[in-house]
């Protein structure tokens, strides 16, 4: 449908002016003109957010506007799509299941908390473990959620330590062979990565998100 079309393209635009009231009154309309929960987030909410990571790629946006946006999405979603998919028993695309979370001593959140809003925006089903994260939180919660993959943050490099220790955790309890695990944050680089053991290397969330596409086989 045409009408459909064109709301679906003036709320990617007010999106990324992140006009908070006037995004959420046109999904309201979307859905009020016969368009799906699903199809709000697949042709507006979900391009809308990836043109906002292509923008911080290139460096006309920056994490100010990374977080800013992540919450628009997320306020979207729970003040409109989630109540509608809720009352209708829609079930949204999901590509798999991230277990997300700050390492034990480290209390930083908003880094972490971005990725976990891109992961969620890009279809992943995401658990996050906060921040002070002690590695038998995060084998848990891998058996707890039959995860696919393990997404670690350390700002500090007194704290980058710990991610070693939830991936011996992991091979102790079993699970390394069926977990992907990827690694980011201030102190972290794609060597301590590797020497780790881990299966990536998220510079930005952005490239966390790829990354996890990547580890799954999802198709871009």
């Known amino acids: ?29 979307a859905l009020s003109r ?10 507006a909410l979900r391009p ?11 460096g006309e946006f920056f994490l100010a506007e990374l977080v800013v946006a992540g919450d628009l999405f ?31 001593g480290d209390l930083h959140d908003i880094g972490k908390s971005i990725v976990a809003t891109m992961l969620r925006a890009a279809g992943f089903e995401v658990i996050d473990l906060g921040v002070d994260v002690p590695p038998e ?14 997404a670690m943050s350390a700002l500090l490099t007194t704290t980058m330590l710990e991610m070693k220790n939830v991936i011996e955790a992991l091979k102790q309890a079993g699970l390394r062979d069926r977990v ?8 972290v680089t794609e060597e301590f990565a590797k020497e780790i053991g881990a299966d990536g290397y998220g510079e930005d969330a952005v490239k966390a998100v790829k990354i996890c596409k990547e580890l799954l086989g999802v198709e871009e």
Do not use: C, H, Q
């Open 48 to 58: 809308a957010m990836e043109e906002a990571g292509r923008r911080f790629e290139k």
């Open 180 to 187: 992907k695990v990827i690694v980011g944050g201030a102190a």
């Open 34 to 43: 016969g368009a799906s929960p699903n199809d709000v987030i697949e042709r």
């Open 74 to 104: 997320k306020e979207v979603m729970d003040e409109v799509l989630l109540p509608e998919i809720k009352k209708r028993g829609e079930a949204s695309r999901k590509l798999g299941t991230v277990v997300i979370g700050t390492v034990r």
């Open 137 to 150: 939180k995060f084998v848990e919660a891998v058996k707890k959620y039959n995860a696919d993959i393990v």
């Open 1 to 29: 449908m045409k009408e459909l079309e064109e709301l679906y393209g003036r709320l990617k635009e007010e999106f990324l002016k992140f006009n908070f009231e006037e995004v959420k009154k046109l999904a309201r309309e």
